[in-house]
Each structure stands twice: as C-alpha cells, then as structure tokens.
C-alpha cells in the first residue's frame, strides 16, 4: 500500500499493469496484419478474443478464416479448420450487428457451397453463441 501512496511510483505502476492488460488482447488490425502475412493461427486467435467480446470486425474476420478455403487448409491446436458452417454461425452473428460484408459472406455460402441443412445448423450455432456472450462457439 505504502508504493501506491507515493505517485512517483504509482503512475508508472498504474501504466505496466495498463499496458500488460492491453498486449494480450490484441486489435483487430493486428490480426488483420497477421492474416495477411500469413500467420494465421496469431490472426485466429487474436480475433476469437475479440469476438468473444462481441467485436464485430473480428467476427468477421472469422468467418472469412473459417469459409477461405486457402487459409482453411491448416488446422490448429485450438481446432480451427476450414468449415462453412462456423464461417456462415460468424458471419451470421456480425451481420445481426449490420455488418454489410458479413451478409455477402453469409450469401455467397448459402447459394454456393452449403445446403439447407448446413445454413439451419449454422443459424442454429449462431443462436446458441449469442446466448452464450459468443464464448466457446
């Protein structure tokens, strides 16, 4: 308590525990940065942190990541693989927030390369997502 009481200390005390809290969680530029450099594992992941908090530029960007099929080709650690059906759920869910590219996305799919059945069991993910505050989708 005694180095909080002294402002010399506490400021930049204040600012490391700042900027240690915002290093983590990423922006959606950098994992836009690390898309197109082709990491995309930093790009996932950086994006489902930010779409778990309801950012609907990352949600997106993973819907892109999970319905291209030439960043959909390496699977992770964390299960991303190429799979329409979390492409359509993510697009879905930003596009209830009007994200205009996130319809064409979710267009392109339903009129393309998913069936009925597909797009109902997307929409039903997207649901289940929304109920859960887009954790764990």
Known sequence: MQLLRNSTHAMPLF???ILVGCAGNGSYQNGKDALDRGDYETAYQIWLSLAEKGNVEAQNGLGYMFANPIIGTTNYSKGYRMDNIYGYMWWSIAASHGH????EGMSSLSQGTMNQDQVEQAKKL???CKAKNYKDC
């Open 15 to 17: 600012l490391l525990i």
């Open 126 to 128: 997207a649901i289940e």
């Open 100 to 103: 205009e590219l996130a319809w």
